[in-house]
């Protein structure tokens, strides 16, 4: 799917658009370069010469050549898409962003600009202000748009959340993460545009499966895939060597080797099982996550943190190992539990208080915002695990409220879902650092409360024994020399991480 930047001279497509497509690992092109190459002439001569319209006719045919090609980023001329065929032909293959600038901005930025507009000849603001009030309608028309008057990296970051698009450089080898509703359907095609090869094993617990596998074995086998199912037990309490073993031996049964695909559809725990196998698997072969809850997609498929339970914690075995592609179908949304939905919300709420106020208050009112969610979700964790990508510091902020919802969770036996048992950590993390002074006053309360909105617990339940809970905390996998490192929370949008608690039974009554 290409992507087309658009809007008036001098809103920077072509700056942005070479940026955006490094970002994204995606080619650039520039339509007006093209035309001129097509047309072996400048844009300047073949208006002055030849006419407008001979120029558009040219822009058409270069559209419809762009359009048949590979994806790329594509920078559009100013009226590019004024012709409804062209329009047509853009949004059918693509989708685009419109670059919002005002009047001023775009009169500074093109009086210094030494390529010409054959449109704007002459006297710049007064023909610069006409051509915007002529195609007010037009511009206006576009309802993906970003603000192109701020620093650059971030309009970068604007355009990838709005388009739901990224691509994560971090542990060596780069992948795609991408939101589409109704991409489940692509995966085929989507799989054979990076070149990952089958047979594919695709696995899945027993409550996704019979939603969803169908729709994804006839995704792959219609692009020519071999492709087989594996499905495992649902629930916590199978994220264990067992199942790891079954995935391994369904592999070999479907005639897996190194080059070859496992594709993981489901939850956290789905994906966290299939790449640890995809990372064992003969020394290691490639994987892809197809997450369906949104604890899933804002979290555990991201990052390449693969692995599975002990009876002593969670996720105490496993490796660091990415993806080849996540795709985040929002759609598959629609069929989570309502439990299980406000769950994942827990988790973005968490993302809030590290990083992003506006995606904390965005939760509040999340069933009307849940694509949006998703896109602000991920793009958190996305943004935090490029720049540490191993966990060696800022990363670890991911770990709020986990190391006492993790001790939480196990010792309930799993009756408490992931999200419920962060939820009741984030809180009580909040009161240890209101205690020590590392956060603001009242942080608990507001953490509580936006829990409470949302129908979740906010305590530890009485019938879980407080020794039991500091017991299962000493096996936590963020210990350090012997020391429990806590990620705790300043005021939302900020962390503190390797933070060491002194008398925890003490600050947790």
């Not at 748009?145 to 959340?161: H, L, M, S």
């Not at 409550?207 to 594996?230: D, F, M």
Request: glycine share 10%; hydrophobic share 40%; proline share 4%.
């Amino acid at each position: 799917m290409h992507i087309f930047l658009y809007g008036a001279s001098g809103s920077g497509k072509s700056t942005l658009g070479k940026e955006l497509a490094h970002a994204l690992n995606l080619d650039f092109l520039d339509l007006d370069a093209q035309i001129e190459i097509d047309l072996n002439d400048s844009i300047t001569n073949t208006i002055a010469i030849k006419g407008e319209k001979v120029f558009r006719d040219a822009e058409t045919a270069a559209l419809k050549n762009i359009v048949r090609d590979k994806e790329n980023v594509v920078a559009l001329g100013g009226g590019a898409l004024l012709r409804e065929q062209n329009r047509t032909l853009a949004e059918k293959d693509g989708k685009i962003i419109f670059l919002e600038t005002d009047a001023e901005t775009l009169a500074e930025r093109l009086s210094k600009d030494k390529n010409k507009r054959p449109l704007l000849a002459g006297e710049l603001k007064e023909k610069l202000t006409a051509l915007l009030e002529k195609r007010k309608e037009h511009y206006d028309s576009f309802p993906l748009r970003v603000n192109a008057t701020r620093e650059k990296n971030q309009i970068i970051w604007d355009i990838q959340r709005k388009l739901g698009r990224f691509h994560s450089r971090s542990m060596g080898t780069g992948y795609d993460i991408i939101i589409q509703e109704g991409g489940i359907d692509n995966i085929g095609e989507m799989l054979k545009e990076r070149d990952l090869r089958g047979p594919i094993l695709l696995v899945s617990d027993s409550n996704v499966a019979p939603i969803y596998a169908e729709r994804v074995l006839n995704a792959l086998k219609s692009t020519g895939y071999s492709a087989q199912q594996s499905v495992i037990p649902a629930g916590e309490a199978n994220k264990t060597l067992e199942t790891v073993s079954q995935l391994w031996r369904a592999a070999l049964n479907a005639g897996l080797d190194r080059k070859s695909t496992i594709v993981s559809l489901g939850g956290g725990m789905t994906s966290d099982l299939a790449g640890f196998a995809a990372a064992t698997f003969m020394r290691g072969c490639n994987w892809v996550a197809l997450p369906t809850s949104l604890l899933a997609m804002v979290d555990a498929s991201m990052g390449g943190k693969t692995g599975f339970d002990l009876p002593e914690g969670k996720n105490l075995v496993g490796a660091f190992y990415p993806p080849r592609l996540v795709l985040a179908d929002p759609e598959t949304l629609t069929s989570l539990p309502k439990r299980e939905l406000r769950s994942g919300v827990a988790e973005v709420l968490k993302h809030g208080i590290i990083a992003a106020p506006k995606l904390f208050n965005l939760c509040k009112n999340y069933e009307g915002n849940l694509p949006e969610i998703v896109r602000r979700g991920m793009a958190v964790k996305i943004k935090i695990i490029e720049e540490d990508p191993y966990e060696q510091s800022i990363r670890a902020a991911l770990n709020l409220g986990h190391t006492i919802g993790h001790a939480v969770e196990l010792v309930s036996g799993f009756e408490l879902l992931h999200g419920e048992a962060v939820g009741i950590g984030m809180v009580a993390e909040a009161k240890i650092a209101e205690k020590m002074g590392i956060a603001e006053k009242g942080l608990a309360t507001i953490i509580a409360d936006a829990l409470v909105a949302l129908g979740l617990p906010t305590e530890i339940p009485q019938h879980l024994p407080l020794p039991d809970i500091l017991r299962t905390m000493q096996t936590d996998k963020k210990k350090s020399a012997g020391v429990i490192k806590f990620a705790l929370p300043v005021k939302v949008g900020k962390v503190k991480v390797g933070v060491e608690i002194e008398n925890l039974e003490n600050m947790l009554n």
